[in-house]
């Protein structure tokens, strides 16, 4: 399974591999989604990739150095401004889009990895990435 | 045999049988033809998708003291005035005056925020004279404060539209959207199976069985018209010139759209009941996706006729993937790709549907047509055109790559040029060395070719125009590129002191 998070560590931890510990402590994969570190403060974006059992380990590994918040969704789409044209499709590098039976353009939340090419390519901008 | 008057009658009685064309597929297909004719009165068709060529003609009233207005700005965007005082025309495509909005906010964004019931901002310059002392006004306004608002769209509803790809090593932005490198997706556009024209269309005659001048329409949310043909007409290509009341219509089918790093543009939903009268209409009204032949083009090709890639139709489009044969680096390979619709098929049937509705709650009934829709025409515009070959230096200076920087210079020198084409022992382009960099090497200390080529070289053909080269020079910042054959083999140099004194020969 995946599951992505906010995660912000304090400065004392700045300087330590915490990210390369935790995939060696727990065997979970990191996927870093977007990552801003400043002096005093570092704050991620995490893709956690593993077995249910050792995202839990990965997670309260990670809180020990810093603060963790589960991001249940990246994209956010403004269902009153998507009109399913289909315009962001084929923009999808990992197939997260797709067109149903019905026509509506689905987007499977839980794949997405926030590269932000549907964004991008939306000519109503009815997709939003949460940063 | 029926007619319009008696389905009318029928309608009015709520006795009239209406199916969308999804429906009349089914029909014709379970109880065949003659019954279908028989019994179903009305097909409804519809389609949603970018319709470019829209606007809107709006009459402000008079201001006190009165304005003829000249130049008419509505929200920042410029409409079209040459009309009388008080007219204006507001096309979709129009961009903001101001740079940093430009196409995020153009017209079609106008027209639909009047529909929506928004307030604009109207700002207008005169020219002051006898009947018109006023030199500007502005104001705030909103669809409920002007005259007229009166759609007129001189091209909509295209029957078929060609789909697209790009052959191009780079992303590419059009009006069919985003079209990533190397053929690596398909855009298409349309209804297919819903399309107006499509279920109206007699192949044998080139001409439409029931679809003319007067003909009543669903348009944008109200009731509109068709006027005439569109331009471009040019059946199996044909399109529609439509007229409806802005103050009627639904934003939800009035839509403004920006297609990225290309304009804004206006989605309309348009949907044309296409009344049963015989087999022959009944037969194409069962028109299924799998029926329409749809080309697709590469839009790599900075030209006008651009290279047909493959031939398909919407059912394939519609199936999310296509496979096709390519040419890539002079070999030809088979790729299968996503396909993407830029058009909306979920909304498409939703004005079916809508207008399926009013039917049959007797509030829409059908009209006669005046007269048919008028001639054919599409063709090319008659302009010169530059070729890379035209304005090519030839033969080509270039040199191998195991020469010393103190060579690459005395090359230079001699043939007083600036860009020098490094080649392998076949002549094919590997690199490029510009004095620049020879200025560069000798400040860095650099010894060899290799260490100071660029290796990512744009390229230009020989058949490709010379304004597109204009714009990747500017693009890149780059003053002269190599001119390559089909091999990559380096057959030219254009400067862009070739290209301007072009341009500076011609004024
Ligand atoms: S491109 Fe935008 S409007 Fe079209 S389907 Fe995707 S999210 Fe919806
Ligand atoms: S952000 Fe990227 S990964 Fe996520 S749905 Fe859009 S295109 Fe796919």
Redesign the interface.
Known sequence: MRKRIYYWTASEHINKPVIADTVLNTGVKINILKAKVEPQEAFLILELIGSKETIEKALDYLSKFGEVEEISKVIKRDLEKC?????????CPI?AI??DE???VVFKEDECVGCKNCM??????AIEIIE | MKTIQEINEKIKKGEAVVVTAEEMIKIVEEEGVKKAADYVDVVTTGTFGAMCSSGVFINFGHSDPPIKMLKIYLNNVEAYGGLAAVDAYIGATQPNEDPDVDIDYGGAHVIEDLVRGKEIELYAEGYTTDCYPRKDVNVKITLDDVNQAIMVNPRNGYQTYAAATNSRDEKIYTYMGVLLPEYSNVHYSGAGQLNPLQNDYDPETKSFNTIGIGTRIFLGGGIGYVIGEGTQHNPPFGTLMVKGDLKQMDPKFIRAATMPKYGSTLYIGLGIPIPVLNEKIAERCAIRDEDIEVPIYDYGTPRRDRPLIAKTNYKVLRSGKITLRVNIEGREVEKTVKTGSVSSYKMAREVAETLKKWILDGKFLLSERVDTLGRAENKPMKSPITLVRDILSKPPITAQRNISIMEAAKILIKHNINHLPIVDEQGRLVGIITSWDIAKALAQNKKTIEEIMTRNVVTAYEDEPVDHVAVKMSKYNISGVPVVDNYRRVVGVVTSEDISRLFGGKK
């Open positions: 009109v399913h044209c289909g315009c962001c499709l084929t923009q197939d797709y067109m019905e026509y509506n991008k390519a939306c000519p109503f901008k």
